[in-house]
């Protein structure tokens, strides 16, 4: 008997709770009753309005009271599920249809955490193999035209004019370029690895990197824990700042750079001087979207997505240039890197992967030229820069510019 009451004590727990939520529903009843609501009325139009139209208010705001004390009792995930419909309608409904609810209790999910649960890998997965469908040849010139006009791409530049030649979208979407169309700036240390937006651009300060104008994240949660320095050719410092761990020459400062891709624009990077890369590490993650707005919207989005650093050191010490990934830009590649592979449907949330290129054949890693070519996306992302250069180093741009690949970002 004892053993059976033991078994049954949980549920007895659980419909306890679901009484008292019950009870204190009811407790609440005179709350939408009274003169409280807070309406302005005199006490004859409030005895009215208690007579009249309270009884068509009361039952059903108890009922809702007593339906989220039921699930107040649910488990976290069957609440969220329970909830998010509702969050939906919330938002997408117009003149807030759906706000008396918050009378009730009821509290929608914030719009982030609603589009942190969107399946944005799943979706980039199934973006992928539709783009890798081969179109058939009558329908590739109005399909392509569709997106060229609603981009804003020139084909002008491209390598093969002709829309016939691509026999699917990932084909167009990775199109090269005429070799004349972006020459590539000589009289200026660091290039533009890729076309796009100049979204930032600075001196790192205080381990924290600027997203967009006053939204900042982590320089070590973006590039990850300093674990791999026996790799490089240099010696960290001794001190545990993580920005001082990347300076390694005195009198040097952390800069940094973000370039936006956009849709249209050419979807290849390059090499932005010359560098030798000695460690790639992969951080699988979400595949949100890295839009100016979005990155206004959401903190450290570039620490949440999926993306490839590549870091090693140049003749004024450390550089590194990060591929981040978004919604449909699942897929990274490094040309010289055949073992990455970006957006495998199992991965481990904030676990990332290391690479070394510096071997006992090869103990100076890559060397890379200024203007190389260093790897693509699959639709459009971003490139951020960091790397160290001495204090007189000079930006040679706005904020929200548009720039072009080979074009200069500063030099000494």
């Avoid at 709770?17 to 009811?26: F, I, Q, T």
């Avoid at 035209?145 to 979208?169: C, P, Q």
């Avoid at 000079?394 to 970002?409: D, H, M, P, S």
Wanted: some cysteine; proline content about 6%; glycine content about 8%.
């Amino acid at each position: 008997m004892c053993q059976s009451e033991a078994r049954r004590g949980p549920e007895l727990r659980a419909a306890a709770k679901c009484r008292e939520g019950s009870k204190s529903a009811g407790a609440h009843e005179e709350i939408f009753s009274g003169p409280a609501m807070g309406w302005g009325q005199d006490s004859a139009s409030t005895h009215l309005t208690d007579q009249v139209i309270a009884p068509w208010l009361h039952f059903p705001q108890l009922a809702l009271r007593r339906r989220l004390g039921q699930l107040s009792c649910m488990s976290r995930p069957a609440l969220k599920l329970r909830s998010w419909p509702l969050t939906v309608l919330y938002y997408l409904l117009p003149f807030g249809a759906l706000r008396p609810l918050s009378r009730v209790g009821w509290r929608p999910v914030s719009r982030v955490a609603l589009y942190k649960s969107v399946p944005t890998r799943l979706l980039s997965r199934a973006w992928g193999r539709l783009n890798q469908v081969e179109l058939p040849h009558w329908l590739r010139r109005p399909v392509y035209s569709l997106y060229i006009w609603t981009f804003g791409v020139n084909m002008k530049e491209a390598a093969v004019e002709d829309l016939h030649h691509y026999r699917n979208l990932s084909e167009f979407f990775r199109r090269k370029l005429k070799p004349q169309a972006r020459p590539v700036c000589g009289l200026h240390s660091v290039i533009s690895p890729s076309d796009g937006k100049i979204l930032n651009f600075g001196q790192v300060k205080n381990c924290e990197v600027e997203q967009v104008k006053g939204v900042t994240y982590s320089l070590e949660s973006f590039l990850g824990p300093r674990t791999y320095t026996e790799d490089l050719p240099f010696p960290p410092a001794s001190s545990c700042d993580f920005r001082n761990q990347l300076v390694t020459q005195e009198g040097n400062e952390l800069y940094h750079c973000v370039i936006y891709l956009a849709p249209g624009d050419y979807h290849c990077f390059h090499s932005p001087t010359d560098w030798t890369v000695s460690h790639r590490r992969h951080f699988p993650g979400s595949l949100m979207s890295v839009n100016p707005g979005m990155a206004r919207w959401i903190k450290e989005l570039f620490c949440h997505n999926e993306r490839v650093v590549l870091s090693g050191d140049w003749k004024h010490g450390f550089f590194s240039l990060t591929a981040v990934g978004a919604t449909n830009v699942g897929s990274i590649r490094i040309y010289f890197d055949r073992d990455l592979h970006t957006n495998s449907p199992r991965y481990s949330k904030g676990s990332y992967n290391d690479f070394s290129f510096v071997t006992h054949a090869n103990k100076d890693g890559v060397p890379m030229r200024k203007g190389e070519h260093l790897g693509e996306f699959n639709l459009g992302s971003t490139i951020v820069l960091i790397f160290e250069a001495p204090k007189d180093f000079n930006f040679r741009l706005k904020a929200g510019q548009k720039i072009r690949f080979g074009e200069a970002l500063g030099s000494l």
